[in-house]
């Protein structure tokens, strides 16, 4: 192990929580690198220290109160909070009634319009027709079966 790793190890070597191996390696290489050795005695001087620290008892709940304030800061807030939900769902039922009405009076004037439009363009197409075939140009045809007209002209059409 090279001096980075020792150092990372200290901490569990001083707690006993190393393997017999491993902490042999590191007492052999304590005793040779002098930064390694240092390392380990501010560690200790740190542990002597934290030792004479005095607890303190926190208050009921606090960790508790304190984790969920976490929570509530890092999870992501809505752009818009609704204070007034009974006002937010009337407000919308109003929205969409109204879209609903304005909805059905558009398809209303764009119904008639269509509709009004389809009869002048019916109207004109109409007349145009009977402009060019007027309707009593047919009155020369006798009242008989297409059969029978097909015959007679065919059999006069022999003679």
């Not at 363009?121 to 075939?133: I, M």
């Amino acid at each position: 192990m090279n001096c980075r790793q020792i150092q990372k190890k200290l901490s569990a070597y001083q707690d006993g929580e190393v393997t017999e191996s491993q902490k042999a390696h590191i007492e052999r290489h304590l005793k040779v690198c002098n930064r390694c050795s240092a390392a380990l005695q501010q560690l200790e001087q740190l542990w002597d220290l934290m030792s004479h620290v005095e607890t303190i008892e926190s208050a009921p709940y606090f960790w508790t109160k304190v984790s969920q304030r976490w929570r509530e800061r890092t999870q992501p807030q809505p752009l818009w909070r609704p204070r007034f939900a009974p006002v937010q769902k009337l407000s919308f039922s109003l929205l969409v009634i109204t879209l609903l009405v304005l909805g059905f009076a558009i398809g209303m004037f764009l119904g008639q319009n269509i509709y009004h439009s389809q009869l002048t363009s019916q109207s004109s197409a109409e007349q145009e027709l009977e402009r060019v075939f007027p309707m009593n140009s047919f009155d020369d045809f006798p009242e008989q079966s297409v059969v029978q007209v097909y015959v007679s002209m065919i059999s006069e059409n022999n003679h």
